[in-house]
């Protein structure tokens, strides 16, 4: 049986997470912890690796990932690369030079390389996952990007590294990750090659098994029941979650409100981006008034300001109520996990704004289990250290309430043209 913290009381119909026993999750901070492992660990490859990243940069740590996966290549492991078209466009020419001949195979999600695309309503649902699984045993999962901690792609090299987090993990929940990288390779994939992959559709001595088999690759996992994984030690629980556009368009957003809403202690949530809709905001307002520490950790050092003029609108709101916010000044943040009551926590690609809630490709790794929550509390602990507190917005009254309506109805209309749907 599960820990007691998803158990507190029942699970909604239809919940996001299913924890399943039986696995080792380690927790890894920024690209110089993460690159390491998940270079040997395609080293060590025997069958196969499915990688996708937002950003591939063309920088020392994209040309090591590329010399491991072209290594694994040339041992017969069958490699498979997704990129998303917009985040990685500056380096994809580059890309696919290191990776020409190698038998890597590179799939880009919504390319960006006609100028028509541009005006594609469907362009603004990108390829947000940050995901490696090796041989369909370990899998990193998070919000990393194949980029150096140093470097940012629109200011350039920072002396501090950005703070950044993924986990590894072991355990039947691996297949999952798989299956979805293998899901959206094939759908980028497909996209790119619609019409040569029809015509060998048609061409098929078995075209419906083709089909079929097809349209397995494409499926994203579903929450069917797990068997749990016997590993010798650390057995601990554990779900990934997805955000998409068909089956679980909030699963991420309801992964957070029903954390939110069972916390009886604290709530310690990192996110760059953070624009939540009213389901979270109310979550947390409520928390706080129920004697929950609820404490953000924001953009302190911002890389693109009208993400944290978003941000900004909401902190009057949010103060009034007692909610506890800082801005991480030491470097630039990207880290996109919470933690509650040092039992649950969940790390991965999904920010707290429309974009990754409504819009984006998201994936996210929950864990049920008090070491690896207080691991992430204590992380916490050391960036809040190092960040400045805010006692109040920067514009209240009048002026706030007009900031946060400009906000509003610019999200409004971005969710509208993008094609999102619902409350928000």
């Known amino acids: 049986m599960s820990p007691w913290f998803p158990l507190r009381q029942p699970q909604p119909p239809r919940s996001p997470a299913r924890y399943v026993g039986g696995h080792r999750v380690g927790l890894l901070r920024g690209g110089l912890a993460l690159f390491p492992e998940q270079n040997e660990a395609i080293a060590q490859a025997q069958h196969e690796v499915w990688l996708a990243t937002y950003i591939f940069h063309n920088d020392e740590a994209g040309a090591q990932t590329v010399a491991a996966l072209r290594h694994a290549a040339g041992r017969g492991v ?109 759908r980028a994939w497909l996209g790119r090659d619609a019409r040569e992959e029809l015509g060998a559709l048609l061409r098929s001595a078995s075209p419906v098994a083709r089909a079929q088999r097809l349209l397995a690759y494409a499926r994203m996992p579903g929450q069917a029941n797990v068997p749990s994984t016997d590993l010798p030690q650390d057995p601990v629980f554990a779900a990934f979650v ?36 009213q389901r979270i905001r109310q979550a947390l307002i409520n928390a706080a008034r129920r004697g929950v520490r609820v404490r953000l950790l924001l953009q302190g050092k911002v890389d693109y300001r009208i993400a944290a003029l978003a941000a900004q609108a909401l902190y009057e709101e949010l103060l009034g109520q007692g909610v506890q916010i800082y801005e991480y000044t030491p ?11 040092g039992c649950w926590a969940t790390v991965g690609s999904s920010n707290i704004d429309p974009l990754s809630l409504l819009l984006n490709l998201e994936a996210n790794v929950a864990v049920d289990d008090a070491d690896f ?34 906000v509003a109805w610019a999200a409004y209309v971005y969710l509208r043209v993008a094609g999102a749907t619902g409350r928000y």
Not at 166 to 176: N, T
Not at 255 to 262: R, T
Request: glycine content about 8%; overall charge positive; some cysteine.
């Open 242 to 277: 997805l955000r998409d556009n068909f089956r679980r368009r909030r699963a991420i957003e309801r992964l957070y409100v029903h954390a939110i809403e069972q916390a009886q202690h604290r709530v310690d949530l990192i996110s760059p981006y953070f624009y939540p809709g």
């Open 78 to 186: 069958r490699v498979r690369v997704v990129v998303d078209g917009f985040g990685s466009k500056a380096s994809l020419a580059w890309l696919r030079e290191q990776l020409q001949g190698s038998g890597v195979e590179l799939a880009v999600f919504r390319p960006m390389d006609r100028w028509w695309r541009w005006l594609q309503p469907g362009q603004l649902r990108r390829l947000h996952q940050k995901l490696c699984v090796v041989d369909a045993e370990l899998g990193f999962v998070g919000g990393i990007n194949l980029i150096d901690d140093h470097i940012d792609l629109h200011h350039g090299r920072s002396p501090q590294p950005r703070l950044d987090f993924a986990v590894r993990v072991q355990g039947s929940i691996v297949a999952e990750i798989a299956q979805c990288a293998r899901a959206v390779w094939t």
């Open 373 to 406: 929550a207080q691991q992430v509390h204590r992380e916490f602990d050391m960036a809040q250290s190092q960040s400045r507190r805010i006692e109040q917005a920067p514009t209240r009254g009048l002026r706030g309430a007009g900031r946060r309506a400009l």
């Open 331 to 341: 470097a630039f943040l990207h880290a996109k996990v919470c933690a509650v009551d």
